[in-house]
Nanobody, 120 residues
Framework: VQLQASGGGLVRAWGSLRLSCTTS????????MGWFRQAPGREREFVAGISWPGSKKNYAKSVKGQFTISRDNVKHTVDLQMNTLSPEDTAIYYCAANRAMPTSTEVAFWGRGTLVTVSS
């Protein structure tokens, strides 16, 4: 599945951004979806995951209570609402599709990332 992430940009600390992941192939049905991020000089890490059709959600400890993952199974999108952003959240954010709940970087499909830059 071809994934496309969007919504990144420059935001000030304490601000919010909403990332969105879509597919050019029409459907994300039956895929578990996830968001990951990779900060400069660091390894890619898990941020959030959502089951199919969306009843279960997992979050990295570092973003729990701050980020919210959701999916629209009619529009075939998966969003990541990011609130109270800090410079530590600066990274390239990637969406991913998998056959099971994504928790590590071992996923089936990756999308191109979208850059989020948080200024202090």
């Amino acid at each position: 599945v071809q994934l496309q992430a969007s919504g990144g940009g420059l935001v000030r600390a304490w601000g919010s951004l909403r990332l969105s992941c879509t597919t050019s192939e029409g459907t994300l049905s039956y895929y578990y979806m996830g968001w990951f991020r990779q900060a400069p000089g660091r390894e890619r890490e898990f941020v959030a995951g959502i089951s199919w059709p969306g009843s279960k959600k997992n979050y990295a400890k570092s973003v729990k209570g701050q980020f919210t993952i959701s999916r629209d199974n009619v529009k075939h999108t998966v969003d990541l609402q990011m609130n109270t952003l800090s410079p530590e959240d600066t990274a390239i954010y990637y969406c991913a599709a998998n056959r099971a709940m994504p928790t590590s970087t071992e996923v089936a499909f990756w999308g191109r990332g979208t850059l989020v830059t948080v200024s202090s």
